[in-house]
């Protein structure tokens, strides 16, 4: 596993509490892919209510709080896919 998956789990765990109720997959590009439900972030490639793909860079901006995710949604930089309920309350977990 890459050094950005991990540091995406450890991030999203953090945020999150661990859990979420919904599901969400986030592909950050040329490195993996990351799930997250109510049993909390891992790495993996499962169906989603949601999935978010962005770049490396773009993902690690936002789980550091230097990239609000309705920006990055609004400047392209992030791709959303599926219930926008779902992104919308992850969106506010992420800032």
Known sequence: MSD??????????????????????????????????????????????????????TFRDMLDGALNPTTAFMTGKLKIDGDMGQAMKLGTALS
């Open 4 to 57: 950005v998956i991990d540091h995406a789990v450890t991030a999203l765990n953090e945020k999150t509490g661990g859990s979420f109720d919904g599901s969400a997959k986030f592909v950050i590009e040329d490195e993996g892919t990351v799930m997250l439900d109510q049993d909390g972030a891992r790495a993996g490639d499962e169906d989603a209510e949601v999935t978010m793909t962005a770049d490396a860079d």
